[in-house]
């Protein structure tokens, strides 16, 4: 079954969420850095990964424009230059239905291997232990 298209689509810039309304009065409020870390684009979700390539560092990331793609989609311009997916229904709803659990796996994966949402922080344990200064 597709899904349907939403009604409306409106970017609260000062939040940073992008807000989705539907004609059935479902709505999605979907925040800028979850959809660019969830990209469906071929650069972040590969071919046959289990899950998306894992981006940190995009916690103050907007959307810079939205731009159409047909009758099925839209492409999200964000303002740190990512543009390379498109954002069809079906991924809206997916990403809609599935947010706390995808959003907590994120988090989750970010701890494992040391890495920050804030695009000026590099843990020591996210660095290959040849960066790491040795204690005098």
């Known amino acids: 079954m597709k899904a349907a298209a939403p009604t409306t689509i409106r ?43 894992l981006v940190g560092g995009k916690r103050e990331v907007n959307i810079a424009a939205i731009e159409p793609v047909g009758r099925y989609a839209v492409r999200l311009r964000f303002d740190d230059g990512h543009d390379t997916g498109l954002y069809s229904w079906d991924v809206f709803e997916q990403l809609g239905q599935h947010r706390e659990k995808n959003w907590a796996r994120y988090l989750e994966r970010l701890a494992e291997v040391g890495m920050s949402r804030d695009r000026d922080v590099t843990k020591l344990a996210a660095l290959p232990r040849k960066y790491i200064p040795s204690a005098p």
């Open 11 to 53: 970017l609260h810039r000062a939040s940073r969420v992008l807000e989705l309304g539907y004609a059935d009065g479902r709505r999605y409020e979907l925040p800028c850095e979850y959809l660019r870390v969830f990209s469906p684009s071929a650069e972040l979700q590969g071919h046959g990964l289990v899950e998306p390539m």
